[in-house]
Every structure is written in structure tokens, then in C-alpha cells.
């Protein structure tokens, strides 16, 4: 393989025609240029130069080694620059977070990206554990959980706070525990952990979410209140959830007199480089929670 330095000297050679100033650009010596000279003629079992006393013109050999070696060292340093540059509004930005959350900001990132399209983002919906999984793996750039990571290799930064609902049909008015009873209970995956967190902290009563008739399943964040708006039962889901909900007058939100919110969490490898771009999003995500 040749040498790059050996070929950088060459060219130089090549076009300034001249040992001395080619030394003087390169800040080498002048037995330095005629080295390295030397041992890519060695290397190459070729003679590169014609000498005619302090005077050369370039072999054959030498003609076809500049034309294609000018390429290669323009082409490594557009490489270099390239590798160099850290765009804020260019290449790919992976992010994963729980669907409640990932409502609210998937449109905001969107937009974010219709203003630089040159920005991709690449967003998924997933549970806290597959969000910690992926950032652990190197799968994804950023992600957002609920909880503070328990592995050692990634971060966990304080983001938010979202606040928890209870939501029943839009006849409902004031929900008492045996009207919740009457009701039963909508569930997603993540329901026994929200209705535990928040009933239990505002109706003496609960046990757990067994305690009540299940009523439907949904594991599509978007969809878990259809079920609510066609009065089969409650369900307690996070405020952007809610939110998002195209069909408000059909359901009902009641803040319970004990508020309870789950915390967000901004999630990274740790100890790896943020790059511009995933920065950008990264202040993005703070400015819409």
C-alpha cells in the first residue's frame, strides 16, 4: 500500500517542479523531500522523475502516479473534512420513548424537521425497558423513561414531570369508588402501574386494579380512550396521552384532590460524544415538556 505522506510529498513535487520550495511548503527538509522520493520509487520498482541536472521532468510512471494520486489525496481530504464537520441540522437522530410522551413530541420533532430536512428523525414508541435496552445497545441516540435507568452505562437526566388522570366516560361526573366499581376498568401495559400510583393514593379502598371488572385492553396509546369515549369503562393514562385525544367531548378528566405525576427522564449512553444534531433535538424535547 503506498504511503500517503510519501505520495503527498510526490505531488507536491509534481506541481511546484522544485525540491527546495516544495520542502519550504511542506516545513520539511530539502533530504527529506529527496527520501521520500526515494522510497516510493523503491516501493513502486519504478523511476518518477527524469533528471537533467538540477532540472526533472516526470516518467511515465510518474505522470499516471500524479494523476492518480492527486485524486486519492483530494478524495481523503474531502474523507477528513467530512468526518470532521458536526452539522446541527443534518443526518439522523434515533429516538424511543413510552407513547404518552412521544404524542406530545413526535409533531413538535416533525415540525423541527420540516424546517431542516437535511434533519431525519427517526422516532419510536416502546416501554421504558426496551427505550433503556436500546440506548444500552447503541440503537438509539436519546430516549425518554419514566424511571431512572438501573444500568451503569446509561444516563438518566430529570426532564419533566407528567401528570397521571383519571378518565371516565363523559356522563360521569364526580367518579366515587362503587361508580368506579360499576364502571370497570379499560387497561393498557402500563395501567396496573398508573391506577396503582394514582387510586391508591386518592381511594382508601384500593387494592389493585384486580379489584375491578376488566373492561378492555388496548396496547395502542392512541387508541386506549376509544373504549372510554363509548362508556365501557375508565382508566387512568398520563396527561399527553390525554391530551391527544381527538374525541374530547366524549371522555371525562378529573384531577383527583391528591395530584400524583411520573417523572420523565432524558435518557443516554454514558461517556459517549453528543453529537450537533442529536443535541439539537435534545434541546428541542426540553423546550416542549
Known amino acids: 500500500m503506498i504511503n500517503t505522506t510519501w505520495l503527498r510529498t510526490f505531488c507536491t513535487l509534481a506541481e511546484v517542479g522544485h525540491f527546495t520550495r516544495t520542502a519550504e511548503r511542506l516545513h520539511m527538509t530539502q533530504s527529506g ?47 477528513e473534512q467530512s468526518v470532521g464537520e458536526d452539522p446541527a441540522y443534518e443526518g439522523q437522530v434515533r429516538v424511543m420513548s413510552p407513547g404518552s410522551v412521544g404524542l406530545r ?31 444500552a445497545s447503541d440503537e438509539i441516540d436519546i430516549g425518554l423513561m419514566s424511571r431512572v435507568s438501573t444500568r451503569e452505562e446509561v444516563s438518566s437526566q430529570l426532564v419533566a414531570e407528567e401528570e ?36 391508591g393514593a386518592n381511594y382508601p ?43 374530547p367531548k366524549l371522555v371525562r378528566v378529573h384531577r383527583l ?9 432524558l435518557v443516554s449512553r454514558r461517556r459517549r460524544t453528543v453529537p450537533n444534531r442529536v443535541t439539537t433535538v435534545i434541546n428541542e424535547v426540553m423546550k416542549k415538556l
Open 33 to 79: 523531500v529527496s527520501q521520500h522520493l526515494q522510497k516510493l520509487e523503491s516501493q513502486l520498482g519504478h523511476a518518477l522523475l527524469a533528471r537533467e541536472g538540477k532540472q526533472f521532468t516526470l516518467t511515465d510512471a510518474g505522470e499516471r502516479l500524479y494523476e492518480e494520486g492527486r485524486k486519492i489525496l483530494l478524495a481523503l481530504q474531502d474523507l
Open 105 to 135: 413530541l413526535y409533531p413538535q420533532l416533525l415540525a423541527l424537521q420540516q424546517q431542516h430536512p437535511a434533519l431525519v428523525i427517526d422516532y419510536r414508541f416502546a416501554p421504558n425497558r426496551d427505550v433503556e435496552n436500546a440506548i
Open 164 to 199: 397521571l388522570l383519571l378518565v371516565t366516560p363523559a356522563k360521569v361526573a364526580k367518579p366515587g369508588w362503587q361508580q368506579l366499581l360499576d364502571l370497570g376498568f379499560i387497561d393498557h401495559p402500563d395501567g396496573s402501574h398508573h391506577a396503582g400510583l394514582l387510586l
Open 205 to 247: 379502598e384500593f387494592e389493585g386494579t384486580s379489584m375491578f371488572r376488566k373492561q378492555g385492553f388496548s396496547n395502542q396509546i392512541g387508541l386506549i380512550l376509544e373504549p372510554v369515549s363509548m362508556g365501557l369503562g375508565f382508566t387512568v393514562l398520563p396527561a399527553y396521552a390525554v391530551e391527544a385525544f381527538l374525541k
Open 257 to 265: 384532590p391528591k395530584p400524583v405525576s411520573e417523572t420523565l427522564y
